[in-house]
């Protein structure tokens, strides 16, 4: 899966409102430069997409099953 700019940054901006990741400012060789760090909430939020993963792998495979 790739992944863009135009993709990226929105994401960025949405897990920053959703309170999953902070954001700071600062220049870095005359360029100013943005630093994300997740927070608790995110790690959170990683925990529980991990527990429900198995969950959409197992819906995922019967819809193709039901495809075939």
């Known amino acids: 899966m790739g992944l ?3 993709t990226l940054y929105p994401l960025l901006k949405r897990l920053e409102k959703a309170g999953c990741i902070t954001v700071r400012s ?6 100013l430069r943005k630093y994300y ?3 608790e909430a995110g790690r959170t939020r990683i925990d529980e997409f991990l527990a429900e993963w198995p969950s ?3 819906i995922y495979r019967y819809v193709e099953g039901a495809r075939s």
């Open 37 to 39: 760090r997740i927070t």
């Open 4 to 6: 863009t700019e135009s």
């Open 56 to 58: 959409v792998q197992e």
């Open 26 to 31: 600062a220049e870095h060789n005359g360029r």
